[in-house]
């Protein structure tokens, strides 16, 4: 969750005011879904409807990575809020893979008691449930984990050393070992988190990631690590696991047509249930100013091998979220609507009119919504115009 953003969307109101409610193109004649409409991923159970709460970094859990109160309460609260999926922040899966102080953990299985609360706790909410799976790689916490950094490549800024070829192994291992820790607490899948320039994405980098062992230089053997991630996932979990991955569209050394390529790839193998986009914002062009149109429209018309394609940023009004729906895309990624409101998928799914309450909130605003205290104060720390 990157810091120092605004969470303002009247460009993204804008957009979706001036798209007058169509899509341009051969899907205009088709039936756009409805937000309320049922999915049915390749894998497992139905999801009540097409709008998941995002992964979003609260730093709530306790020092040793176990499931803390608050946290178990921010996420079920969102679940009895409407959502069709549910998936926790990013828990790491290896100790020396956390970045940050109060992050989930899922490395241990001095874990699964609390992953196994909350897995019943949102099962019995109705929504269908996931666990972001994650490495942060030459960004995690050296002093906290007091283990040196890993990467792809040696990085004296990070203190980060490269992975030997057994080491990528046993990150590959870790991130199944993860995924059947999650199946055995009762969740009813997993996203592996390939975003946002951490371990995974640090393999897709262009720019750096020039190993000669299968695992870089070409973008084939960039992603490779990707593949035999959710391979290893797949064979290792049951028939009704569900199994999604989070992408970055661009940046962090990865382009546009790159990003493209990869996430083409990975739909491709059939492995996943969902791919979900992070876009920052949905209606967000390219920092490459010699790509044309939106981001979004670069994954939209990728064929899905039975995937669930979603998208998310800025989202936090019923009009806006159907738009991504009229764009192709067949599930929403909220975050910011989800953190001001916990029962955001169901006003959207009720009043097509909804609108997330303006900012800055009161902090107590926040609490009422189920935020705890060290969630706020992360959030006052790191984010513009959210708390008054």
């Not at 730093?59 to 999926?85: C, I, K, M, Y």
């Not at 920092?287 to 998310?312: I, K, M, N, S, Y």
Request: hydrophobic content about 40%; glycine content about 12%; some cysteine.
């Amino acid at each position: 969750m990157p810091t120092g953003r605004s969470f303002g969307s009247s460009r993204l109101h804008a957009v979706v005011r001036r798209a007058g409610g169509r899509r341009a193109g051969p899907c205009q004649n088709a039936r756009v879904a409805a937000l309320t409409d049922t999915l049915r991923p390749a894998h497992g159970p139905l999801w009540r409807n097409r709008l998941a709460l995002a992964p979003l970094t609260n730093t709530q859990s306790n020092d040793d990575g176990t499931l803390s109160d608050d946290e178990h309460d921010w996420l079920v609260a969102r679940g009895r809020g409407g959502f069709g999926l549910t998936v926790t922040c990013a828990a790491y899966v290896a100790p020396e893979g956390r970045a940050w102080r109060g992050q989930l953990g899922i490395a241990s299985d001095e874990h699964l008691p609390g992953l196994t609360r909350l897995a019943e706790s949102l099962r019995a909410t109705g929504t269908r449930s996931a666990v972001q799976l994650h490495h942060a790689g030459m960004r995690a916490d050296a002093a906290l984990n007091g283990v040196p950094n890993v990467a792809p490549w040696d990085e004296p800024r990070k203190e980060a050393v490269a992975l030997t070829p057994e080491g990528v192994d046993r990150v590959i291992a870790a991130f199944v070992d993860a995924a059947v820790r999650a199946e055995r607490a009762g969740f009813d899948g997993v996203q592996v988190h390939g975003a946002h320039g951490y371990l995974l994405a640090q393999f897709l980098d262009g720019r750096s990631n020039h190993r000669t062992d299968g695992y870089g230089g070409s973008l084939e053997d960039r992603m490779r690590v990707l593949h035999e991630v959710l391979a290893g996932i797949r064979a290792a979990t049951g028939p009704d696991f569900q199994v999604g991955l989070r992408l970055t569209p661009e940046g962090y050394g990865v382009t546009v047509a790159e990003a493209r390529e990869t996430a083409r790839s990975l739909l491709a193998t059939g492995l996943l249930d969902f791919l979900d986009m992070s876009l920052w914002d949905v209606t967000m062009r390219p920092r490459d100013t010699t790509v044309d149109g939106r981001l979004v429209e670069h994954f939209t018309d990728l064929p899905r091998h039975g995937a669930l394609l979603g998208v998310a940023g800025g989202v936090t009004s019923a009009e806006e979220a159907r738009w991504c729906l009229e764009q192709g895309a067949d599930f929403v990624t909220v975050g910011i609507g989800a953190i001001l409101h916990h029962d955001f998928a169901a006003r959207s799914l009720a009043d097509p009119g909804f609108r997330a309450r303006e900012r800055p909130v009161p902090a107590a605003d926040l609490r009422a919504e189920h935020v705890g205290p060290v969630f706020i104060d992360y959030l006052a720390a790191g984010w513009d115009d959210l708390i008054a």
